[in-house]
């Protein structure tokens, strides 16, 4: 069955940068798109990146751009995200999410699995 | 950037009965990418609809989306208790939005 666990989170000051990881299992991961979303404590959800099957196109939300960083290693069946200059605002679950594959462009497509998701604080 | 409206905020509804759930967006959300999630308390998020009217795998089938455009809305027939959680639409036609969600609670 699809898993995925992600990892990585805690406590950060403000400034401050964290890796998230994200072990993927139970089905090809190097044939699907990946993505990041966030929920700030007691909010709505925020997508925040999302990056292609082979690695190669990456794209972020403004709230993120230039501060975090997409990656993955299909040899590790593994997302990361790169987190730096975080912000209070930053504080939220991130979760990982795999894209569905549908016919036409592959990044059009809703997340059909989800971790569990993994805490991030930012406070000093 | 494309903004989703849900309303109500909050819908108090019994067993049995029907939950009409409301997505507005600011623009025309191309070819109905748009998708529904459904989230209870210290879960991740589940996809049920996507394709504005396309139910996913496992969705049973008293969940139901339609419309196209602007106007999009999930209707679950008969709720039964576990159908109780915050619902969210999200478009995927340019970038991914996610609206604020609709709680669906137990009256």
């Known amino acids: 069955q699809v898993q995925l666990v992600e990892s990585g989170g805690g406590l950060v000051k403000p400034g401050g940068s964290l890796r998230l990881s994200c072990a993927a299992s139970g089905f090809t991961f190097s044939d699907y798109y990946m993505s990041w979303i966030r929920q700030a404590p007691g909010k709505g959800l925020e997508w925040v990146s999302y990056?292609?099957?082979?690695?190669?196109?990456?794209s972020y939300a403004d709230s993120v751009k230039g501060r975090f960083t997409i990656s993955r290693d299909n040899a590790k069946n593994s997302l990361y995200l790169q987190m730096s200059s975080l912000r209070a605002e930053d504080t939220a679950v991130y979760y990982c999410?795999?894209?569905?594959?549908?016919?036409?462009?592959?990044?059009?497509?809703?997340?059909?699995?989800w971790g569990q998701g993994t805490l991030v604080t930012v406070s000093s | 950037e494309i903004v989703l409206t849900q309303s109500p905020g909050t819908l108090s509804l019994s067993p049995g009965e029907r939950a009409t759930l409301s997505c507005r967006a600011s623009q025309s959300v191309s070819s109905s990418y748009l998708a529904w999630y459904q989230q209870k308390p210290g879960q991740a998020p589940r996809l049920v609809i996507f394709?504005?009217?396309n139910r996913a795998t496992g969705i049973p089938d008293r969940f139901s989306g339609s419309g196209s455009g602007t106007d999009f809305t999930l209707t679950i027939s008969r709720l039964e208790p576990e159908d109780f959680a915050v619902y969210y639409c999200?478009?995927?036609?340019?970038?991914?939005?996610f609206g604020q969600g609709t709680k669906v609670e137990i009256k």
């Open positions: 999200q478009q995927y036609g340019s970038s991914r939005t």
């Open positions: 990056i292609s099957s082979s690695g190669r196109t990456t």
């Open positions: 999410a795999r894209y569905m594959i549908l016919p036409g462009d592959a990044y059009r497509a809703p997340s059909d699995y």
């Open positions: 394709g504005a009217s």
